[in-house]
């Protein structure tokens, strides 16, 4: 398995997304093994709020709209302001789950584990592959991660001879050859740009002339009204106007698509792990209403709809272990 970088624990976990694989059909199919939902009986109500993640906004909806044909009485808030607002909103108690594309900061998890005598706890729940998306007409065959980083950042950390400025720089002739790159990306509070800040352009910085967009959306909308346009998104955002480019994770290795397959090979260097944070007292049972909404998120049910959201559904294993940390028995 190439290229999985993610922090330990999530390494750890990654092991058992590719030996659960074992049978299971390459895809965004479903692991048999994960079980539908079912209602319980007893008192599920309340309101659910999140506050994080603009990549998660769509998958969080579609979540808390299937769970509420289970529990009617169950109400829901979703801001979608950026990984960066979880920790404190779960910090301060005013979110029930805190969607995140990235690790917490080690001094995010000090300032809760401060407040709580605890540390937060972080539970898996989809897979993306933040793709890096040119304009559909593009011809552009693939990119290394070296590459990636002479075109956003201005440190090029990764090793890049020279910075990267238009298209021709890229090898592309006729009408591409002198166009300069437009750059799109998220702002500092999102999670996917503290990604792809840390991985594809080796923590360096993004050059000034990067466009920061409000959210996922707006980025992939930049580069599909700009011919001459490069940003980056989670492949959920996909659209049919503009194309995933494959990535290389070092010059002169094969650029490999932005494809299930090659996200949970491990083979695709941009893959990463969605998570739901919550806080959960170790040894603690955590309410009905949060332990039931982990489960159906976790459950056949729940990963239909990150399937159907264009993200990549976890495995039986995954969703074990995820319920298992915080002391949920899995469907």
């Known amino acids: 398995m190439a290229n999985w970088r993610a922090s330990p624990a999530v390494r750890a976990v990654w092991v058992c997304v590719v030996t659960a694989l074992i049978g299971v059909t390459w895809g965004q199919d479903l692991d048999p ?11 599920v109500a309340g309101s659910l709020k999140f506050v994080g993640s603009d990549t998660m906004n769509n998958l969080v909806a579609l979540w808390a709209e299937g769970f509420k044909k289970f529990y009617p009485g169950v109400r829901e808030a ?5 990984s960066a607002s979880a920790p404190p909103a ?21 300032a809760f584990t401060s407040k709580h005598g605890y540390p937060p706890a972080a539970v898996p729940v989809a897979i993306d592959m933040l793709a890096v998306f040119v304009h559909k007409d593009n011809p552009l065959a693939g990119l290394s991660l070296q590459e990636v980083d002479a075109i956003f950042s201005k440190n090029r950390t990764g090793g890049a001879k020279a910075e990267i400025r238009t298209w021709g720089d890229l090898g592309l002739g006729g009408e591409w050859k002198d ?12 999670g996917t740009y ?19 967009q409000p959210g996922s959306s707006a980025v992939v909308q930049a580069v599909a009204s700009d011919r001459y346009a490069i940003g980056y998104s989670g492949i959920g955002y996909r659209t049919a106007d503009v194309r995933a480019v494959a990535i290389a994770a070092k010059t002169g290795a094969t650029a490999v698509e932005a494809e299930a397959a090659n996200a949970y090979s491990g083979d695709y260097p941009l893959a990463r792990f969605l998570s739901l944070s919550v806080n959960h007292k170790p040894g603690a049972a955590l309410d009905p209403l949060r332990r039931e909404f982990l489960r159906y998120v976790l459950s056949a049910t729940g990963q239909a709809d990150v399937k159907k959201d264009g993200y990549l559904p976890v495995t039986a294993a995954v969703a074990r272990r995820s319920l298992a940390a915080v002391g949920i028995d899995a469907p």
């Open 179 to 190: 166009k300069p790159i437009s750059l799109y990306g998220r702002n500092a509070s999102s």
């Open 90 to 110: 779960l910090t301060e108690g005013t979110a029930t789950f805190g969607p995140m594309s990235r690790d917490w900061k080690p001094s995010e998890i000090d």
């Open 194 to 212: 503290g990604y792809f800040k840390e991985f594809a352009l080796f923590k360096g910085d993004f050059k000034p002339t990067v466009k920061e």
């Open 33 to 43: 093994a994960l079980r539908p939902y079912a209602k319980v009986s007893g008192e």
């Open 78 to 82: 979703i801001e979608g302001k950026g």
